[in-house]
């Protein structure tokens, strides 16, 4: 038998649309990835303005793209809308700044001294399984409804898990890295100002995109329950009056600046820290 | 002596019980020498280089470096890994620098010694890449540039060319021959290549395992320091008498272990 009679071509079917689809952990064609990432928006969207324009859905239930937008012009046109961005935004960022001032250091000083992790990790390991929004009641009875509990509901729904977050990504700082600077000789607090930090950097920033999230959630949580104004608010009130269109701008534009967040720190990472690029 | 290592031992203490890894461990080793210490894996050659570097402290004895005792790690024992342990945030030369940035020298005496010897290693041109820019060999030879800013009276190795294919591997040990010869370096290097061993060291220590102890030492003297001496059989010799020794102590730990 000869060799050459067993070699044959690479499986046609390996240039179907269908494998190209289902290829596993490898990168598809760039025109197949931007047709899927359109549809993934435009999709759902085409299927709202279908079921509105030619179903028989009530508006009250479901307002058409169109109500959506006119709904949108009215409530930017008497600054509202816009005075509910910034009321919301103002306490996330307050909110958020304040936990992330906190919980850097603290998850790198966890991170970096076990007797640390062990003082602390116990204890945040369980309030980090108590959801935020169940204190609540406790700060409304402690701090009234002003701003002050809603400040205190993001600090608290961001500050633990950020913390523990912090701690992981220092844990895993190679210690031959740690050791290499011992021996050109740095001391320990240079060790975790001049490596550990920067090394953790990158981490750090992505621990603070996941958890700037849960802030916007729960930043819409507290002025759900009580708020004078806010986009929380706002859906809250529109509820009541079953204007649905009003619901339905203020979860897009609650999707949207949430997504901007996130796209911010994508930003501000790849800037910051081009070292840690990796081709993903 | 200018490196002593004087009846070192070392112990861990496991859930087991006492393991010793190091026992009695004496080198003498002299201000210019290229030592190896060789050693299957069991010998606790890479616990004797922490002891050196002063990144672990001997159960009883201690080593002496130009008269004083180690007592912590410290940039006259200059160290290179075997992992690439390159700061990856920073350019080649601020690596290079790092050293001397920690120790507090000003900006200007830093750059210019970390040029010097990033020309030494041949990597001048690249002072401003990346660590990740750079091949496996390459990030090696900023790690000693690295090491060599510090001035150490001692370049320690802990198996700097394990990671790296055999032609790379191959054209280090000429960097690293090249190196020694012009610099008059003391360097301390572990592996478990004997191969290795034989052509870098001017003399060679072979570790027995489970406990490491010094089993052999053995002065090597080729006829010449070039690539083709591997054919040698000087070269061969060497290898064989080494490998003997180094196969009949795994048989050992083997039998002890059972």
């Known amino acids: 038998m000869s060799l050459s009679s067993n070699v044959t071509p690479s499986p046609p ?18 025109p197949l990835q931007t047709t899927l990432m359109v549809a993934s928006i435009g999709l759902p969207f085409f299927l709202w303005w279908l079921v509105t324009t ?128 011992y021996t050109l000789g740095g001391n320990r607090l240079q060790t975790l100002l001049q490596v550990i930090f920067p090394y953790v950097l990158p981490g750090i920033l992505d621990a603070c995109r996941i958890n700037l999230a849960a802030a916007w959630q729960l930043v819409i949580v507290s002025e759900l329950i009580a708020a004078t104004e806010g986009l929380g608010r706002r859906i809250s009130v529109a509820g009541r009056f079953l204007k649905t269109d009003e619901i339905f701008v203020g979860l897009i534009v609650i999707g949207v600046i949430g997504l901007a967040f996130d796209l911010f720190f994508q930003y501000l990472l790849r800037m910051s820290c081009q070292w840690a690029n990796q081709k993903r | 002596m200018f490196l002593l290592i004087d009846r070192l031992s070392k112990n861990f203490e496991t859930k087991d019980g006492t393991l010793v890894v190091l026992k009695d461990i004496t080198m003498e080793i002299e201000q210019g020498e290229f030592i190896c210490a060789v050693g299957a894996s069991g010998s606790g050659k890479s616990t004797l280089l922490r002891q050196i570097a002063g990144l672990d402290m001997p159960t009883t004895g201690e080593v002496r470096i130009d008269g004083q005792r180690v007592n912590g790690p410290g940039p006259d024992r200059g160290m290179v890994f075997q992992h ?15 050293g001397l940035k920690l120790q507090g020298i000003p900006k200007n005496a830093r750059r210019e010694k970390a040029s010097y010897y990033l020309n030494v290693v ?128 795994g048989q050992e730990a083997l039998a002890a272990a059972a």
Do not use: C
Request: glycine share 6%; proline share 7%; no cysteine.
């Open chain 1, 13 to 30: 079917s390996s240039k179907s649309g269908f494998d190209v689809f289902w290829r596993l952990a490898e990168d598809i064609p760039k």
């Open chain 1, 54 to 181: 030619f179903g028989t859905v009530d508006p009250k239930f479901l307002p058409s793209p169109g109500d959506v937008a006119n709904a949108f012009g009215r409530l930017w046109s008497t600054g509202e809308l816009l005075k509910d961005i910034v009321a919301s935004l103002w306490r996330v960022g307050v909110g958020f700044l304040l936990a992330a001032l906190f919980s850097i250091p603290v998850g790198v000083l966890m991170g970096s001294f076990p007797s640390i992790r062990a003082l602390l990790e116990p204890l945040f390991g369980l309030m980090r399984y108590m959801p935020a929004p169940a204190f609540i009641p406790l700060l409304i009875l402690y701090l009234g409804i002003g701003e002050e509990p809603k400040i205190m509901l993001i600090f608290i729904g961001v500050f633990f898990f950020n913390s523990l977050m912090v701690m992981d990504t220092v844990k895993f700082v190679p210690k031959d890295l740690i050791e290499a600077t």
């Open chain 2, 84 to 98: 690439y342990t390159l700061y990856p945030w920073m350019t080649v030369q601020e690596n290079t620098e790092f």
């Open chain 2, 122 to 249: 041949g990597l001048a041109k690249f002072a401003r890449s990346l660590p990740k820019e750079l091949s496996g060999g390459m990030k090696q030879r900023v790690a000693i540039a690295r090491a060599l800013t510090s001035e150490p009276k001692v370049l320690l190795m802990d198996e700097p060319f394990g990671a790296l294919d055999i032609h790379t591997k191959e054209s280090m040990h000429e960097f690293m021959l090249d190196l020694w010869q012009r610099t008059n370096l003391t360097v301390f290097m572990i592996t478990h290549d004997v191969e290795e061993a034989v052509f870098l060291s001017n003399r060679i220590y072979a570790l027995g395992a489970r406990p490491g102890t010094v089993r052999k030492e053995i002065t090597i003297k080729l006829p010449e320091r070039m690539h083709h001496v591997k054919r040698h059989p000087i070269f061969h010799d060497y290898r064989d008498e080494l490998m003997e020794l180094l196969r009949s102590h």
